[in-house]
């Protein structure tokens, strides 16, 4: 059963917008934190942002930081990644994840890179920035 599946993908060029949508087939809030995570062929894959679907607190990677901006919707079962002023660098496939039960006292910042720890992942959105 599918539980989580990005879109909103595609082709901009640099400096430009877009947002991605990950929607759950559960209610968000049966996952503790849903993340954002990025992977470009042959190299490791990267966690750029996550969000507790509780209280809405966030973490984002440096790479990331001040750009892009993680939200959540609880209501439509939805999380979403505005990314802003898109970097050549940024082109990756872009997956959404979701981890079901806190791990200890980690803080959020930290849980943005755990992705052997989170329990279910989308297929993944190909964001491409290119002039």
């Known amino acids: 059963q599918v539980q989580l599946e990005e879109s909103g993908g595609g082709l901009v060029q640099p400096g430009e917008s877009l947002r991605l949508s990950c929607t759950a087939s559960?209610?968000?809030?049966?996952?503790?934190?849903i993340g954002w995570f990025r992977q470009v062929p042959g190299k490791e894959r990267e966690g750029i942002s996550c969000i507790r679907t509780s209280d809405g607190s966030s973490g984002y990677g440096d790479s990331v930081m001040g750009r892009f901006t993680i939200s959540r919707d609880n209501a439509k079962n939805t999380v979403y990644l505005q990314m802003n002023n898109l970097y050549p660098d940024d082109t990756a496939v872009y997956y959404c994840a979701a981890l079901v039960r806190q791990i200890g006292f980690t803080p959020i910042k930290t849980m943005c890179r755990m992705g052997t720890k989170y329990d279910y992942w989308g297929q993944g959105t190909q964001v491409t920035v290119s002039s």
């Open positions: 559960r209610a968000t809030l049966d996952y503790y934190i």
